[in-house]
């Protein structure tokens, strides 16, 4: 089971810093990651990190501006947001593929196993 925090409303070019805690076990072929929605647009995949590896992936929108990294000990996934943007706004989600078998998991809707509840991040101009 997932559980994201950490949305609210920040000005363009802040920062804002999700979190993913993850109950249970969490095996070395998991992926984590976030996807987001945005109104009146498709979800879309944001980042995901492969849970032993440490490997990450990234949306080209967002490479170089967020950050996703783990807390082993807290079973904890973070995705920081820096230099926000206005079309960063949206519900953001955070997911796991229990069984990713590459080592570089971009994760996608249909291979998701476990969905955390969204969480609002409105970045204003």
């Known amino acids: 089971q997932l559980q994201a925090s950490g949305g609210g409303l920040v000005q363009a070019g802040g920062s804002l810093r999700l979190s993913c805690a993850a109950s249970?076990?969490?095996?070395?072929?998991?992926?984590i990651g976030w996807f987001r929605q945005a109104p009146g647009k498709e979800r879309e995949f944001v980042a995901s990190?492969?849970?032993?590896?440490?490997?990450?992936v990234y949306a080209d929108s967002v490479k170089g501006r967020f950050i996703i990294s783990r807390d082993n000990a807290l079973n904890t996934v973070y995705l920081q947001m820096n230099s926000l943007k206005p079309e960063d706004t949206a519900v953001y989600s955070c997911?796991?593929?229990?069984?990713?078998?590459?080592?570089?998991?971009?994760?996608?809707?249909?291979?998701?196993?476990?969905w955390g509840q969204g969480t609002q991040v409105t970045v204003s101009s």
């Open positions: 997911a796991a593929d229990y069984d990713c078998e590459t080592t570089y998991c971009r994760l996608t809707v249909g291979a998701v196993d476990s």
């Open positions: 249970g076990i969490i095996y070395s072929s998991y992926s």
């Open positions: 990190i492969r849970w032993r590896a440490g490997s990450t």
